[in-house]
């Protein structure tokens, strides 16, 4: 692993507990009416190594291990179509 990478890391990772901090709960769960507390900061729209998108706090959301995993399967089998 690069320097450049590790400090990319420890960037998203403040990023990503002040962004759970701010919004502690699960969306997707809060749309179906249940309460979660987020674990991961996921990205709306796959940002797929774009850092605009990457970096854009309007395209992040909190969610549980859960939903993140459902997330990340719908997006492969999108991928794998
Ligand atoms: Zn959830």
């Not at 002040?18 to 249940?34: I, Q, S, T």
């Not at 991961?40 to 706090?57: K, T, Y």
């Not at 309007?58 to 719908?74: D, E, I």
Request: with cysteine.
């Amino acid at each position: 692993m690069t320097s450049t990478q590790r400090g990319y890391d420890y960037r998203w990772q403040k990023a990503r507990d002040r962004h759970l901090r701010a919004n502690p709960l699960c969306v997707y769960c809060a749309k179906v009416g249940k309460t979660a507390a987020a674990s991961v900061v996921d990205h709306i729209i796959p940002h797929r190594g774009d850092q605009a998108l990457f970096w854009d706090e309007g395209n992040w959301q909190s969610l549980c291990g859960p939903c993140h995993s459902s997330v990340k399967q719908a997006e492969e089998a999108v991928g794998a179509s």
